[in-house]
Nanobody
Framework: QVELVESGGGLVRAGESLRLSCAAS????????MGWFRQAPGKQRELVAR???????EFGDSVKGRFTISGDTAKSTVSLQMNSLKVEDTAVYYC???????????WGKGTLVTVSS
């Protein structure tokens, strides 16, 4: 059973930066997309950033210009660089990988990011 393990969450102040990383317990073949979602208390899970196997990226409107995503499909790893963090970025961040070959997506258990004012 493939597991995704996130790391890098924590408590930071507004304006600071944080980098999240995600690694699969084993290499996942046929990756189509790798990305990050987040869920704040009382809100629905939302897309933060996603990168496709061809390298194209997609960002949620609220993080455009502040967050960047990078991934390595050969290693099944994906990272999220978060700059200029805001209090409203506080959430649990989840790693997500979709594989064509497996016909399914995988989710990490989440890592908490707390941004204080």
């Amino acid at each position: 059973q493939v597991e995704l393990v996130e790391s890098g969450g924590g408590l930071v102040r507004a304006g600071e930066s944080l980098r999240l990383s995600c690694a699969a317990s084993e290499v996942i073949v046929g990756i189509h997309t790798m990305g990050w979602f987040r869920q704040a208390p009382g809100k629905q899970r939302e897309l933060v950033a996603r990168i496709r196997s061809g390298g194209t990226t997609e960002f949620g409107d609220s993080v455009k210009g502040r967050f960047t995503i990078s991934g390595d499909t050969a290693k099944s790893t994906v990272s999220l660089q978060m700059n200029s963090l805001k209090v409203e970025d506080t959430a649990v961040y989840y790693c997500n990988i979709y594989s064509w070959s497996h016909g399914r997506e995988y989710w990490g258990k989440g890592t908490l990011v707390t941004v204080s004012s």
